[in-house]
Each structure stands twice: as C-alpha cells, then as structure tokens.
C-alpha cells in the first residue's frame, strides 16, 4: 500500500473514513480509487484492532455498561439461502460493546451473530481486560449493567465467577406504529439486581446506548435505510477497529449540555495515553506496532526452523 500512496493520501484516506464518509464518497473526496481506499481500510483497521488487543489491559473500571447493536453483511437476514446462514458470515450481524461508564471507554467489542456464542467470547474478552486485586471483594467488585438478552447471564457469571456486581435493565416501549421511524414510546423500565448491586437506581445502560446514535453517524455501515452496508464481514471488522481506535484515542467528548467543554480523550481519562492523539499519531503507532507484530512472527519462524523452539 505504501508503495502506491503517499502518506498524506493515507492519511487523507482516514480522516474521511473516521467522520462517517463512506468508500465511495472518500473515492470522490480524496481522488484515491475505491480499490485503494479499501485496501487502507482493511490494513490500517486490522492494525488497529491489534493494536487495541495489545493496549486495552488490565484497566481499573469501576461499572461496565453493555449492549449490542445491529446491521447485515451483503443481504437481509430473509434473502439467504440456507447455506448463507449456515455459513455465518452474511446477514445480520451484531457488535456486542462494552464502554465504561466514567471515561466512555470501549473496553471490548466482539463483532458476530446475536448468540450465545458471541456473547459468551465477548464477556470473555472484557473480563481478560479488567483490573482486579486478589482481595477484589465486597465493594471492590466492578459493576456491569446489561440489556435483557438472555445470555448475558449465564456467561457473566461463568466468566467472572461471581466477583462483579450485575444488574439488568429492560425497558419496554409501545408498539411501534407502521412506517415509524422515531423512536417509539418508554412506556416501563425494569432495573433487576442479578448479582450484589449496591444501588438499583445504578443500573444503567444510557452512555452505552447513546454511543450507538456516534456508530450510525461515523458508521455509514451500520446507518439504516442507506446503501453503506458491508459486503464482506472483514471489511465491517476493519471499519469497527477503525472506528474504536479513533474513538479511543483521538475523540475529545463533551461534557453535558451543548455549551459543554471538552474533556480528555477516554484513553487519557484510564491512563494509557497522556495526550489526545492526531490521527497522524494514530496511524503511525498502529502501523508501527504491526511492523514489531510482524518482526516477532519472523523471529518466531526462524527459531523453529533452527530448533530453538
């Protein structure tokens, strides 16, 4: 890639990609070819979500709001045929989220089908990046607020092994009339302490929900009734590694209200970064990471083809 386009085309590339333009409006944007600008996607992305694996560990999260949210890969979920679906790979697809409530952080995300599966590798996952002490008990414990969805249960507690508080919040709305496309009425919600919630006015799931409307703005993959959608699942991957890092690392949030002022970004507010970062700081840093990937996979080979391994 970097044979082709110079850095600044790349960077070019990115900073349409991360405010929400899709391949084809950066084609006419930046002059690169569609080819081209999917081919920095996919590299730059993939990068990025080594990169997130790498840096996003042991992190002191005091309450971990999870939820997921939806899109489809090349075809609705009622045009595949059966060897579609048992393939996986199109159809509707969901991002399972988990953003901590304090710095907005993205802690873990986990891309898959709304199954129990997913849900499991994705409690996995977050559960890996918490930072616990040996004596994390009593009120120690972090504290995550969930949706109704069923699974979440069952693998909070095997992943955890009971040392997080749990609570769940399902809102109930009335029916939506036909051709709707506000969002329908809150008519109920009911707050469920699962596991040692110390307050069930706490339980909440507001921050995470509200990152889903900053997903459809600068995902066009996941913006509803347009022609954004993903063709290939690991161009949605790429696109949401993208999406995290930039998020991360580089987004300033507003405090409340519009006159608001802006705070550090949520890496600086955990404490890896000290700095809000360019996205020429990000780009650089991942694709320096993935050179050093790339460099540990060489050595590795090389000690096994010399017996050292």
């Not at 996003?56 to 075809?75: A, R, S, Y």
């Amino acid at each position: 890639m970097s044979k082709v386009l110079s850095r600044e085309s790349i960077l070019s590339v990115l900073r349409c990609l991360v405010e929400g333009n899709s391949i084809r409006s950066t084609e006419r944007i930046t002059g690169v070819s569609r080819n081209a600008v999917m081919n920095v996607l996919l590299k730059v992305g993939n990068a990025c979500g080594d990169y997130l694996d790498a840096r996003l560990k042991n992190l002191p999260l005091e309450h971990v709001q999870m939820d997921e949210i939806w899109t489809f890969v090349g075809k609705k979920e009622n045009k595949l045929t059966n060897r579609e679906k048992r393939d996986g790979e199109l159809g509707s697809q969901y991002l399972f989220l988990g953003i901590d409530t304090r710095t907005k952080l993205i802690a873990s995300y986990r891309l898959g089908r709304r199954s129990h599966n997913t849900t499991k590798a994705f409690v996995n996952d977050l559960e890996s990046r918490l930072h616990r002490a040996p004596d994390t008990i009593g009120n120690q414990r972090p504290q995550v607020s969930t949706d109704g969805w069923k699974s979440y249960v069952p693998t909070i507690e095997a992943a955890f092994k009971g040392e997080v508080r749990h609570g769940v919040l399902i809102k109930n709305y009335k029916d939506p009339a036909v051709g709707r496309y506000a969002p329908p009425e809150l008519t109920r919600a009911t707050r469920i302490n699962i596991k040692n919630v110390e307050s069930d006015r706490s339980i909440c799931t507001s921050h995470v929900e509200r990152h889903n409307l900053t997903i459809r703005t600068f995902l066009k993959r996941f913006t509803r009734l347009a022609l954004g959608f993903s063709k290939k699942i690991e161009n949605l991957r790429a696109a949401i590694s993208l999406h995290v890092a930039h998020y991360n690392f580089c987004w300033k949030l507003r405090e409340k209200g519009t006159s608001g002022k802006l705070t550090p970004t949520p890496a600086e507010q955990i404490g890896i970064t000290e700095e809000k970062w360019t996205i020429e700081k990000l780009y650089d840093t991942v694709m320096e990471h993935q050179d050093y990937l790339v460099l540990q996979e060489r050595l590795g080979n090389l000690a096994k083809k010399l017996g050292l391994l």
